[in-house]
């Protein structure tokens, strides 16, 4: 998004997006539509709001940012983001964009009236290749962030237990 103007107060941003405004404005018809990735940070809060008072229609992803992992942390500021604002933005939202079921139940518990689509976010595989004859070692990684919500405690202890064959 393009930089927004605001102040930061409580963990939100009170201000504008002059060039979202204008931006919004220049697109031709049926094309006045922005995607907001995220929630908390007083940037996406500030679109948000400028999206509701400029009539721009906005899809809101939050990412995981409304799970209960999530919210627990700096759960004051939050309480009051969501309050002041944020329930607002994702209730204003044409859609709010959850990756899994239990995304979209925080969603609707934190915001009501939102109306919440699920679109897991896919990996496509590649099809069947061939490989040099004999076994070979598969390999699993794990590529995200380092977070509580994500529970690789669990992972590193259920694949030490399990050492399954072949793999690395």
Known sequence: LPRCLGVVAFGLAWGSCPRLFRLSAAAGPGQRLIHIHGIWTPPVVAAGL??????????????????APALQRHWVRKRVALALAVRRILESARLVHAASDAEAAAVRS????????TIP????????RVTEPGPRPRTMGYLGRLAAGKNLELLVRA??????????
């Open 50 to 67: 400028q999206a509701i008072r400029s009539g721009l229609g906005f899809v809101v992803s939050p990412h995981g940012m409304l799970l």
């Open 159 to 168: 694949w030490a237990a399990e050492r399954p064959p072949g793999w690395r």
């Open 110 to 117: 934190v915001a009501p009236r939102a109306k919440t689509v």
């Open 121 to 128: 976010f896919g990996v496509e595989l590649p099809g069947r």
